[in-house]
């Protein structure tokens, strides 16, 4: 049986979905939950996928290929890559993922591509924008975006799914909306410019920001510690 706390975290981080979804007038269904499991054991996220959950967001490589490997009996469960990508790490990542939502350059993204198995479908990619201009946070800058955008809708082995961001915390509903408003307009625009590429994919919005990222049109929220507890 799963463990009842990550049930109950989890049918509770569910439900609050769903009423965020009722709030912005969406259609249920047109947000989904991405599990962030980093700094947590296999076993959590084995209880979590005996609930339903298959999605789950992995921000440190080698910690995410032990889990990978301990896990590897449970079918259908979908691999995200969230944190920072350094040039070294990109095989593995191209090997190991179905998606990847911190591209932020041109050099990692080409080699992804070229390193994404033959036998693989192409890798979905979220590009990471600094939205809120920080100098702490990774993230291509608003203004270099659609050039970034350009090299990567033109990759044989990526499928650029849309735009990621984790902008600067902020108490207030409406300070939340503001970064988030930015991105949603941000990929509005890059679907105008880029009609072959899906861009279907929004990945904005935290425990404490959920409400915030799905009035603004999130399709995908990364709950940690909402369903896992705070990290260790």
Known sequence: MPDAQVSETLDNARQRLAQALRDADRP??????????KTKPAALIREAYACGQREFGENYLQEALDKQAELADLD??????I???QSNKTRDVAEHFAWVHSIDRAKVARRLSRQRPSGLEPLNVCLQVNISGEASKAGV????????ADEVVALPNLRLRGLMAIPAPASDPVAQRQP??????????LRQRLPQAPLDTLSMGMSDDLEAAIQEGATLVRLGTAIFGARA
Do not use: M, N, T
């Not at 800058?141 to 970034?148: R, T």
């Open 28 to 37: 249920a269904g047109h947000a989904r939950l991405l599990a962030v499991s």
């Open 76 to 81: 259908a469960i979908v691999w995200h890559f």
């Open 83 to 85: 944190g920072p990508l």
């Open 141 to 148: 800058a608003p203004h270099d975006l659609d050039a970034l």
């Open 180 to 189: 988030l408003a930015r991105l949603r307009q941000l990929q509005e625009a």
